[in-house]
């Protein structure tokens, strides 16, 4: 009787391996489909953010005001921004319609019940690559504040740093949905120039100025208007900036002064979880995504509205 043929046990182990190796260099190709994917989508979410904006400058014949204030001051009460004001623009009419814009972002009374709608999670404000939370404490700490010199701490990998220590946080946690989008203060410092009432160079700038189409003297097409930001240096949100917050200006807006995910972070930097860079909105309502190796100086003239600096952007 003939014997039947079969593996050895050499033969089956060089299988299974050369099975391991095909996987291994699999998962990472599956990996980076999937993150191109999540990118894509992030950069659908900027594209209904820009068109918002524009029909809202369409409509009003203004881009809307960074955050709102009620009380004349940069750090107010209320606080409302700029994300918030675009919501009709952006098929969110029915939350639009509940949320009571005279009363404080943290209100609740028999007239309105903002502080649980500002709860509601939008997905076009989320970036899909940012794996934290979607309900998140908008009065916990920021990392990374030390603006006497460029030693900020932290690192690309981690963004970590000891936690800012602010005298006038809210008392008690406080909850909304956060937001990877934020509007330009400029290439300039924000915590600085908000203390010292100075506005910033770029779209939204200061508290109840809104910028108009003729401001954009650098041209809409070279002018960063929205950019990435991820949350785990602090909470960034779609609300507005509440005044009893650490560092409430820099919940709804982020500034340019140093490059995409740079070694040495501050909280109001621009950055993201996508490998090599960030997506942004320019001012003409196209989307584009910048790396992080850009030119530092290249970066923060894209952030000015009027710097009359000659550049351009690259994918």
Not at 57 to 62: F, N, T
Request: net charge negative; proline share 6%.
């Amino acid at each position: 009787m003939r014997s039947r043929k079969a593996f050895t046990l050499v033969e089956l182990l060089v299988v299974i391996a050369i099975i391991g190796i095909l996987i291994g260099m699999l998962l990472p190709a599956v990996q980076m489909v999937r993150e191109a994917a999540r990118r894509t989508s992030c950069m659908n979410n900027m594209k209904q953010i820009g068109l918002a904006l524009l029909n809202y400058e369409g409509a009003s014949e203004e881009f809307p005001p960074g955050w709102l204030t009620d009380n004349g001051s940069p750090i107010g009460d209320t606080g409302w921004g700029w994300s918030a004001l675009i919501l009709p623009y952006l098929e969110a009419s029915n939350l639009n319609d509940q949320l009571n814009f005279n009363e404080p972002i943290d209100d609740h009374n028999d007239v309105c019940d903002n502080d649980i709608l500002v709860q509601t999670v939008l997905p076009f404000y989320m970036c899909p690559s940012d794996p934290g939370d979607q309900i998140v404490d908008l009065n916990t700490p920021v990392a990374g504040h030390d603006h006497d010199d460029d030693d900020h701490g932290g690192d690309r990998g981690s963004f970590l740093a000891p936690p800012h220590d602010d005298d006038h946080s809210h008392e008690g946690p406080f909850l909304v949905s956060r937001s990877n989008y934020s509007g330009v203060f400029g290439s300039n410092d924000i915590h600085d120039l908000v203390e010292d009432g100075v506005p910033g160079n770029g779209t939204f700038f200061r508290e109840n100025r809104s910028t108009k189409l003729r401001d954009f003297i650098d041209g809409q097409s070279n002018t960063i208007i929205v950019g990435e930001r991820r949350n785990d240096l602090g909470v960034v949100s779609w609300v507005g900036a509440l005044g009893h917050v650490p560092e409430p200006i820099a919940r709804i807006v982020g500034t340019a002064d140093h490059a995409p995910n740079c070694d040495h972070p501050h909280f109001e930097n621009f950055s993201s979880y996508h490998p090599a860079g960030i997506n942004t909105l320019l001012g003409d309502g196209s989307v584009h995504f910048v790396r992080e190796s850009i030119d530092e100086s290249v970066f923060q003239a894209l952030g000015t509205r009027a710097g009359r600096e000659i550049v351009s952007i690259e994918d």
